[in-house]
Structure formats: structure tokens, C-alpha cells
């Protein structure tokens, strides 16, 4: 059955699940990417690489099966 029709699949809830749990990582990446922005931060992009590839795998530890894939 398509989402169409109103019927709600496990995969649909897992979707919008993990959505709601990723928001405080979403967070983190908006604050530093206005740190940077302000001069707070050096704007480097080997240190930006390093601080979504930290971000990302205490989100995926954390979320376990509910952490994003890209």
C-alpha cells in the first residue's frame, strides 16, 4: 500500500522517528556552522570535515538503528 492512501508503514514511522532524534545533531551542525560564520571558529575545511565525521558517529552510537545513512 502507498503512503498515499493514509496507511502508515514501519518504515514511514522509522523515517519520521529518526527525524525527530536527529535534531539536537542538526542542531550542533547549525551552531557551528554560525560559528564559523561569526569568526568564532577558523574556517578550515579539514577541521568542518572533522567535526561532521565526530558529530556523525556519536550520532550513529547514540541513535543506533535510527541514526541517518547517507
Not at 14 to 25: D, E, M, T
Not at 26 to 48: K, M, N
Not at 50 to 64: C, N, P, Q, V, Y
Amino acid at each position: 500500500m502507498s503512503p498515499i492512501d493514509g496507511s502508515v508503514t514501519l518504515a514511514n514511522v522509522q523515517h519520521l522517528f529518526s527525524g525527530w532524534l536527529a535534531i539536537p545533531f542538526d542542531a550542533a551542525r547549525a551552531q557551528y556552522g554560525t560559528a564559523v560564520e561569526f569568526g568564532l571558529l577558523q574556517r578550515s575545511l579539514l577541521a568542518g570535515s572533522r567535526f561532521e565525521r565526530t558529530l556523525d558517529a556519536i550520532e550513529r552510537i547514540s541513535l543506533g538503528p535510527f541514526a541517518r545513512r547517507v
